[in-house]
């Protein structure tokens, strides 16, 4: 299967993968004899796109011939934000960079240098081993706590893996469940063939989202309507209705979780050998095997574990203490939530909570889909401990049609690095969150060192695909915070509200020109991405970028002298078992699968070696190891004295297929698909305040205030409103304007209040708000 085809008049088609969004579709690009891309257009021999694009990939030739893209590195001339800068060459960039950098860490140690970059399009490997190469702390100044992190170390804690994103199996599931998660509109083409033809044999839908507009709700057997953040609710009310109606998988829930696990009640905390026999092993972890009336390792082969003992058990001391499991524990904060009870706090009536738990659990295999309408709440380590929970418990764990382990994920460390024997101890959060089990720093108490000093200096900032003044919480604390660095370097396709602030702006290659390994959300399989033209202007690929400037601080880091090498060292790292070359010349190859698919024989990479419903790690980490049924920190039921002035629940973040986050508005026929920025709230705000439709309106919270068109809609809940995110760039050729200043940019509203403990994530998606009727000549 050669990945690049000649033409008969001289022109190609070639191979590749597009890099709009993570689901890196199959392209075919063709290019002219001139070496022009003439096309793109969807690859059928890919497995997971099967030949469909979205518009954003369609635009490829709109985006590389885009006049208004980067061309050749910029460095700042004037003052800082001024727009002045002199176009220099990458060499005098990569000598000016490296003497600044080395200048800096010298002063105040490696430390005061955040790596970071936006939205991870492939190089999270590369921006972490930046940052650990600096052997002093990688502070990952990237949106990682409010985007995939969340999510992915929860699993890994309870599964020793992650399946609840690409290891969705749609395909072949009986019910699919998207929960805060819209991937047939964020990732289009990678999930609607499956989910389409799942439906078609006739697999059950639940859709758990507060937006009627999520475009599954109107097709759902389930449309769950939920308040937004009332998630672990809901989570715990389908544990309700599934362990008491005994709808869960009692052989997978006894063998392969750790229900049965033997807990000190009260203290919370596992029974091991020790505790019970002088000597005896603290590392074990004892469950009451009913065939022999005797306590036992969890590990101990052929046992018949009771999920209901309880009990007292004399210790090695002498004394006794009662001890009960894992599931009854459980059990008793579950009992708690009955849909009645939950149907309160989640604003969905009880029976719609009852019938999809029922759904869920009854369905032969089933899949859940989660993403960042859970992650971006200060709850959500406990809403995607009950997620985790619900899959082991329903078996739906390494099951065909459930969630099933990835490959890719499981083989990022080695690419990353090492992390500094520092890390801890400097490693930047505040007293606004610990981040107990995420081990980078706090993206907002770095920005406040960047103001203050404290802890110590953090003087520069060096990103790809960065923009924080769009992504970040509080807009204009961040503005504050990067006004105040000694360096910023942003390497970027255009010139983002953050770039005009910095003193290096790199031009990065569109993935049409630029060789790349697809893997991060390739389910099974890695893509040789390979440029289909050569990069135009003096634009360099991010890896090239990282590369380089990485050989220059720390050459036993970064030992490669081409991508190629890197590449092939990656390959190796991986155990994909294709080389560079090889892969590009097939552009596809078949992954290993990962040993935890057989779990019968080899268990659960975890410390009980099962899937645990009490995650284990978490204990040892400081935070809660069971699930709770916790309010985001600010809400209509925490805060009520911010609620009466800003009564709105806001959901921030919302995606626009054409749009990447905030990138693409520049682009014309994709602009007039969206062309301004629209505030959706219910009708009868609308009528009350006396707005009407598109008119411009205020919307404003405690932290902020910013201006968008309404759009009323019969489709949310009169008490929460959309405002969709990423909003800075103009359209010259349709003649509509930017958004300067973060006046229509929603991270303005949202709050640096309040954080997850433990993975320092903002509640973005709860922001309390209102709509206010602008008044003449606003
Ligand atoms: S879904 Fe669209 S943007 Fe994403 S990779 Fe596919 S074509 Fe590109």
Redesign the pocket.
């Given at each position: 299967m050669d990945s690049v085809i000649p033409l008969p008049d001289g022109g190609k088609i070639v191979k590749t993968?597009?890099?709009?969004?993570?689901?890196?579709?199959g392209?075919l690009c063709e290019v002219d004899k001139d070496g022009e891309l003439v096309s793109v257009k969807?690859n059928p021999e890919d497995p997971r796109?099967e030949g469909?694009?979205?518009?954003?990939?369609?635009s490829a030739t709109r985006i590389l011939y885009d006049p208004d893209r980067l061309r050749w590195p910029l460095r700042r001339v004037g003052e800082r934000g001024e727009g002045k800068w002199e176009r220099i060459t990458w060499d005098e960039a990569l000598d000016w960079l490296q003497e600044r950098v080395e200048a800096l860490t010298e002063e105040y140690g490696a430390e005061t240098i955040a790596y970071g970059q936006g939205t991870g399009r492939g190089t999270n490997q590369w921006t972490g081993r930046a940052g650990n190469a600096g052997g002093r702390v990688h502070h990952s100044l990237s949106p990682g706590n409010i985007c995939l992190v969340p999510m992915m170390v929860q699993a890994f804690l309870q599964y020793g893996m992650f399946p609840t994103f690409d290891g969705c199996d749609f395909d072949n599931a009986d019910c699919i469940v998207f929960w805060g998660a819209n991937s047939v509109w964020?990732?289009?083409?990678?999930t609607s063939g499956q989910v389409g033809r799942s439906r078609d044999r006739g697999a059950k839908l639940i859709v758990i989202d507060p937006f009627f507009e999520h475009p599954l709700a109107a097709k759902a057997d389930h449309f769950v309507g939920l308040r937004p953040g009332s998630d672990p609710y809901l989570a715990m009310a389908w544990l309700n209705v599934i362990m008491n109606e005994d709808l869960y998988d009692h052989e997978f829930t006894q063998k392969f979780t750790n229900a049965p696990m033997l807990l000190i009640e009260g203290a919370n905390v596992p029974l091991n050998g020790a505790l019970v026999e002088e000597g005896g092993n603290p590392q074990s972890m004892l469950v009451f095997d009913k065939a022999s009336g005797q306590f036992v390792d969890i590990h101990t082969p052929g046992i018949d574990e009771d999920m209901n003992y309880h009990g007292l058990v004399q210790l090695a001391d002498g004394s006794q203490a009662p001890v009960t499991t894992v599931w009854s524990a459980l059990k008793q904060r579950v009992d708690e939530w009955t849909p009645e009870h939950a149907s309160e706090m989640c604003w969905v009536p009880a029976e719609v909570i009852r019938q999809s738990a029922r759904t869920y659990a009854t369905a032969p295999a089933a899949t859940i889909n989660v993403f960042q309408g859970i992650e971006e709440q200060t709850n959500c380590k406990d809403t995607l401990q009950l997620v985790n929970i619900l899959i082991a418990i329903c078996g739906n764990l390494e099951k065909k049609g459930g969630n099933l382990s990835m490959p890719f994920w499981n083989q990022m460390g080695p690419l990353t690095g090492a992390e500094p024997e520092t890390q801890k101890e400097l490693r930047i959060v505040n007293d606004k969150a610990s981040g107990s089990v995420y081990g980078i720093s706090n993206p907002t108490a770095v920005f406040e060192a960047m103001r203050t000093g404290k802890p110590y200096p953090v003087r520069g900032y060096i990103m790809v695909q960065g923009n924080p003044l769009s992504w970040s919480e509080n807009t204009a604390l961040v503005k504050e915070s990067l006004l105040c660095l000694d360096l910023l370097v942003c390497m970027d396709y255009y010139m983002s509200p953050t770039c005009e602030l910095a003193d290096l702006v790199l031009p990065s290659t569109h993935w049409t020109e630029r060789d790349y390994l697809a893997d991060e959300v390739c389910s099974e399989w890695v893509f040789g991405q390979q440029k289909a033209v050569e990069p135009l202007y003096e634009r360099k690929s991010d890896v090239w970028f990282w590369r380089e400037f990485g050989h220059r601080l720390n050459p036993e880091w970064w030992p490669w002298e081409t991508d190629e090498e890197l590449f092939d060292w990656q390959l190796e790292q991986t155990h994909a078992g294709v080389t560079w070359e090889e892969l590009k010349g097939k552009w596809i190859h078949h992954v290993p699968q990962m040993p935890s698919r057989d779990y019968r024989e080899h268990g659960f990479p975890t410390p009980s070696g099962r899937a645990e419903l009490y995650a284990v790690v978490e204990l040892i980490m400081g935070a809660d190891p069971l699930p709770a049924a916790n309010e985001p920190k600010e809400s209509v039921f925490s805060t009520p004295e911010i609620a009466a002035e800003y009564p709105l629940t806001g959901i921030t973040g919302r995606r626009y297929?054409i749009y990447?986050h905030s990138a693409y508005r520049g682009i014309p026929h994709l602009r007039e698909i969206v062309p301004e920025p629209q505030v959706i709230f219910h009708r009868s705000i609308a009528e009350k305040l006396g707005i009407d439709y598109a008119e411009w309106v205020w919307i404003e919270s405690p932290t902020g205030r910013i201006t968008m068109k309404a759009r009323p809609t019969d489709g949310l809940d009169p008490r929460v409103c959309v405002i969709p995110h990423g909003w800075w760039q103009g359209c010259a050729k349709l003649g509509l304007p930017g958004y300067p200043d973060g006046m229509s940019n929603a991270n303005t509203l949202t709050s640096d209040r309040v954080y997850n403990d433990e993975f320092l994530t903002p509640g973005l998606r709860s922001t309390l708000c209102r709509i206010v009727k602008k008044k003449g000549g606003e």
């Open positions: 993968n597009c890099f709009e969004c993570h689901a890196k579709c392209v969807g796109s469909r694009m979205c518009g954003k990939g369609l964020t990732e289009p083409t990678y297929p990447y």
